[in-house]
């Protein structure tokens, strides 16, 4: 392990052009469950899986019961949203954030809602799935922070009239095409992706890593490094270059010593 650690700075030091892909694994150490994980959300509660998938339609259908399902009034969800808010980084979100001011990694593309790598001071945060910070109107597009709605009248109206629901993406919801658009244009750009925390099994996420490996191996090509607790099919296939097991709250800040120490004299980007 040491000596892939010792690679993955090597490796980071040398790009020019490197983004992160993060999922539920990087914010486990703060508390938040993953969901495919040993004690993952959908592995202890397959039923909680299965009402996901009516999520969407049930906006369609009826947003006042969307967001008193959301808000935890009725049925399961008991504001899981609302509990999200009050969750801190862990050192896995701090490495990643001191990456970005090093001037290495450009964007973090993450799967997760939970805000974390904000609160750990990354700026170029792309939220692939949405955030439990804003609330997303499908007919106009605009973004709200969900501070500005009380939420005591359901459902929360967008300006152009038509009902919020929250940016969040649930299953069978469509990607926003801004970020869609935007994530595969850094993933046909970086020359190094590192991919953290994420089984790598929900698309169209899950397609960046084989979009970005489309461009070659090698010195004109692509370096993929995973950071994960178990093997993914990003592993097995042969996409990523090599996979450093383990937890991301601690082999993150190792690999961010070892960059520090291979490049002290780089210039620290406010
Ligand atoms: P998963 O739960 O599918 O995968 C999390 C991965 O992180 C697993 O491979 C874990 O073994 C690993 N893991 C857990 N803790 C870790 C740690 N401390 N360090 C390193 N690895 C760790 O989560 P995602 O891949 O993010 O989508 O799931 C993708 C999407 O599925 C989510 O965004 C969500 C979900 O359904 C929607 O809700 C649309």
């Given amino acids: 392990m040491q000596d892939l650690i010792k690679q ?8 020019s052009y490197a983004i992160v892909l993060t999922g539920a694994g990087v914010s486990t150490e703060s508390g938040v469950a993953d969901f495919r994980g040993p004690k993952g959300i959908w592995t202890t509660n397959p039923q909680a899986e299965a009402q996901a998938y009516q999520r969407y339609e049930r906006f369609l259908n009826d947003p006042v019961a969307y967001w008193q399902e959301m808000l935890g009034t009725v049925g399961t969800s ?4 609302r509990q999200m808010r009050e969750v801190a980084p862990n050192p896995g979100h701090y490495a990643i954030a001191r990456l970005e001011q090093l001037g290495i990694i450009k964007w973090t593309i993450t799967q997760n809602v939970d805000g974390l790598h904000e609160k750990a001071g990354t700026r170029n945060v792309m939220h692939y799935h949405g955030t439990v910070e804003k609330l997303r109107c499908l007919s106009c597009g605009s973004r709200f922070s969900v ?3 009380s939420l005591d009248k359901l459902p929360p109206l967008c300006r152009c009239g038509r009902p919020l629901k929250y940016d969040v993406v649930h299953f069978k919801e469509p990607i926003p095409s801004d970020i869609m658009d935007a994530a595969e244009s850094e993933a046909m750009k970086c020359d190094l992706m590192l991919i953290c925390g994420t089984s790598a ?3 169209p996420f899950a397609a960046l890593p084989a979009m970005a490996r489309s461009r070659g191996r090698g010195a004109s090509g692509v370096k993929i490094i995973e950071v994960n607790a178990d093997p993914t099919p990003l592993t097995q296939q042969g996409v990523s270059d090599y996979l450093i097991q383990g937890k991301t709250g601690e082999i993150l800040p190792l690999v961010v010593d070892e960059v520090e120490r291979l490049l002290p004299q780089r210039r620290n980007h406010d």
């Fill in 78 to 81: 008991s504001n899981f949203y």
């Fill in 201 to 203: 099994v929900v698309y």
């Fill in 147 to 149: 501070d500005e709605y």
């Fill in 8 to 15: 993955a700075a090597a490796d980071l030091a040398a790009s």
